[in-house]
């Protein structure tokens, strides 16, 4: 029996750039041992881009930037730090990397594939934060995926 792949539909909120970034960002993460669930709603009312789960329970959160102006209209961003225990920026190699924070990891990707251009110093969640992503981040995975397989069924934004 032939494996049936289905995609999950575009939200529309991101232009081709960040679709790509995204894309060769969650390429790299999961060469690094991670799971990611793309635009995860945060308990501080914040959607994080793309939340990470690695194997030994770290979690990560990557903020995708397309551009300069992109990065200089969004301050959201310091909220993040909050609900993971490593944060990075993704960007195109276009973007100049001296524009982010120090504080913070920076991933440059293209559609095929991404690198670390500089680690994300750890601070390492609590337990029961860390608890409440875990959950958040099976929730979503587990509705996505009952959604893509009853794409007419009650699911939402239950995410």
């Known amino acids: 029996m032939a494996l049936k792949l289905v ?3 575009v939200d529309g ?3 081709e750039t960040a679709l790509a970034v995204a894309r060769g960002t969650m390429r790299l993460l999961h060469a690094h041992g991670f799971c990611v669930v793309s ?20 979690i990560w959160i990557v903020e995708i930037k397309s551009s ?10 310091m ?4 609900h993971c225990d490593r944060l990075f920026f993704a960007t195109t190699q276009e ?10 990891g920076l991933i440059v990707a293209d559609a095929f594939g991404a690198s670390v251009v ?35 069924g009650p699911y939402g934004d239950m995410d």
């Open 13 to 15: 909120r991101q232009s």
């Open 95 to 104: 973007v100049p990397c001296e524009i982010f924070p120090p504080d913070t």
């Open 39 to 58: 635009e995860l709603s945060l308990a501080s009312g914040r959607r994080a881009d793309l939340v990470a789960l690695g194997r030994s329970g770290e």
């Open 7 to 9: 995609q999950p539909p």
């Open 118 to 152: 500089c680690e994300a110093p750890a601070h390492r969640l609590a337990a029961s934060t860390r608890k409440s992503m875990m959950l958040a981040i099976a929730r979503a995975a587990a509705l996505r995926l009952q959604a893509l397989n009853d794409p007419h």
């Open 68 to 77: 300069v102006a992109d990065f200089r209209a969004d301050r959201k961003w």
């Open 79 to 82: 909220d993040y730090r909050a």
